[in-house]
């Protein structure tokens, strides 16, 4: 009796054990069919602000165009036209000690020196004199060298000037001993240059050059010059303001001057002529033209006319 209790009673509990799994597993099954996830509400992302288009740069508005700068080539070649000159006429060069500009008109172009060959040949003695190999007062070929060096600057004396170069040794010696003067010669030149007693307009632009450059070394030299043909070749009718150290030259129908003109800043000149019957006039306005151009302004129509 007590058996059969005890196995009613088991039977009973597992049966309600039983009941309650199954209770607990559909309450489970319902739990999880009905779970939903938290809402989540999507972070929104940044609007981008639109980057601005560029706004297009203005063009600057076109100001006059600007006249060429005049050289004083240009002016040369324009004096030229004005006058109707022909380059095979009149041999130029020009050179500014200031700026070191140059301008030529057959720069290159041998022509006949005539007188103009004794600037560098009084350079030649007086170098010497300079250093003190030589005095004033010594004789050679039969003329003291003050007196030799004066004459032949000044007065363009052939006689003095024949002692001078003479002295040195033959004609072709005398030549050979000039070319440092005038800058050197090319090898293949140097015979024909010996032979001859034409220079080129860049020549003489170098001797002047190394006299104005230190004129200690060629005393004397520049103070003969400034004696030499007043009212003159660059000097002529004093169309001019500015003091002029010039050497002229002339021979069968050749006229040529060079010289240092002192304006503010000095620019040396050289105009080589041949058969041109107004000669001293075109000399003349170059050099107020080219000082005028030197010293930072151009002539007035006529300024330099001196005729």
């Not at 324009?78 to 041999?91: N, T, V």
């Not at 003291?144 to 072709?172: C, H, P």
């Amino acid at each position: 009796m007590s058996y059969c209790r005890k196995k009613g009673r088991g039977k009973a509990l597992t049966a309600l054990a039983l009941a309650l799994t199954l209770l607990t597993g559909c309450a489970g099954a319902t739990v999880r069919e009905t779970f939903s996830p938290p809402l989540v509400t999507p972070t929104a992302e940044p609007t981008a602000e639109p980057t601005p288009s560029p706004k297009p740069t203005p063009s600057p508005t076109p100001g006059p165009t600007p006249e060429p700068e005049i050289t004083a080539q240009d002016l040369i070649e324009q004096y030229f036209r004005d006058k109707k000159l022909r380059d095979d006429q009149i041999f130029v060069g020009y050179y500014n000690t200031g700026t070191g500009e140059e301008a030529y008109v057959n720069g290159d172009t041998y022509r006949e020196a005539a007188s103009m060959y004794k600037v560098a040949l009084c350079m030649y003695w007086t170098e010497k004199i300079g250093r003190g190999e030589l005095e004033w007062d010594q004789l050679m070929n039969g003329y003291r060298l003050n007196f030799s060096v004066e004459q032949t600057l000044v007065n363009s004396n052939n006689d003095t000037a024949g002692s001078l170069w003479s002295a040195i040794g033959s004609y072709k010696e005398y030549r050979r001993a000039m070319i440092p003067f005038y800058g050197g010669v090319p090898e293949e030149e140097e015979a024909a240059f010996c032979k001859s007693s034409a220079v080129t307009p860049r020549q003489m632009i170098h001797v002047l050059k190394m006299l104005y450059e230190d004129p200690d070394r060629y005393p004397r030299v520049l103070e003969f010059m400034l004696r030499a043909s007043p009212n003159q070749y660059l000097r002529y009718k004093e169309a001019q303001p500015w003091a002029v150290a010039q050497k002229y030259g002339y021979f069968e129908g050749v006229v040529n001057i060079c010289g240092i003109v002192y304006t503010e800043e000095p620019f040396l000149l050289v105009v080589m002529t041949k058969y041109v019957g107004k000669y001293q006039v075109y000399m003349s306005e170059l050099c107020r033209l080219l000082g005028d151009y030197t010293e930072g302004r151009l002539p007035e129509a006529g300024d330099a006319d001196t005729e």
